[in-house]
């Protein structure tokens, strides 16, 4: 039986999602968790991995087991196998569903903080603590959206594709917060930390807001901002065809 699930996790103790020898990653915290509910190796499949330090909100994910379980069993199991800072929020028994694959969009947040340094948000929010131009950055985010090569916002690996639709991207202050969100196709390796990396050097006036076009037809990284800290990042949601749940 294959079940789908979403859970949210914070990333900050953790070396990303995917697996790794010898280091705590959320997939191999979560398969270790499943091998004890159904006693034989079990893979889990996300909608996307997300690097060290990255947090997600509704991590969506599927993976087959052999046993005699309910999804509302599932869910409770899990939750209570599982360290505190992963939760399992919902389960569901869905053959034929592919986590990665049959997603048609993904959306994340990143957050900032303008204002004074906060120790207690340190590994959630990015500190920058300095005062940004917002309308210059959401004048130069209108470039981003539409079907682009995001060549010069990511880690691309050999003959990757780098082409990626943006369908949205909204800023929004509140208080001494700053939110940038954005839904997209997909999102290829350091891309959405770039885009915001890069806007946020438009709003110190390091990068005019004319120059993102220039940035995205020279398919050419070094010529964008500097990469922001994974921190402010969070996967919000992956978006599929039919409600899930």
């Known amino acids: 039986m294959r079940f789908l699930i979403v859970f949210s996790y ?11 020898k010898e280091k705590k990653t959320i997939q191999k915290t979560m398969e270790q968790a499943l091998y004890k509910i159904a006693k034989t190796e079990v893979k889990i499949t996300p909608s996307g991995r997300t690097d060290t330090g990255v947090h997600a909100l509704n991590q969506t994910a599927h993976f087959d087991l052999d046993i005699n379980i309910t ?7 899990l939750n209570a196998i599982l360290p505190a800072d992963i939760y399992v929020k919902k389960a569901k028994e869905k053959n034929n569903f592919h986590a990665r694959f049959d997603a048609i969009k993904k959306e994340y947040a990143y957050y900032i903080n303008i204002g004074d340094y906060n120790v207690f ?15 210059k950055m959401k004048q130069a985010s209108k470039f981003f959206l539409g079907t682009h090569d995001f060549s010069s916002f990511c880690k691309k690996r050999k003959e990757e594709d780098a082409q990626r639709t943006i369908f949205d991207i909204k800023i929004v202050t509140s208080g001494n ?4 969100s954005i839904i997209g196709s997909g999102f290829l ?41 994974a921190e402010g990042l969070y996967l919000r949601k992956a978006h599929y065809k039919k409600s899930c749940f």
């Open 71 to 77: 999804a509302d069993e599932l869910k409770k199991a």
């Open 10 to 20: 914070d990333g900050s103790k953790y070396f990303g999602f995917q697996k790794q």
């Open 189 to 229: 390796r350091y891309m959405v930390r770039n885009m915001v990396g890069t806007l946020i050097e438009v709003g110190q006036e390091k990068i005019s807001v004319d120059q993102i076009k220039k940035i995205l037809q020279s398919k050419d990284r070094c010529k964008a901002g500097a990469k922001a800290p």
């Open 121 to 135: 948000e340190k590994d959630y929010v990015m500190q920058l603590n300095k005062k940004l131009d917002v309308d």
């Open 177 to 180: 917060k700053i939110k940038i």
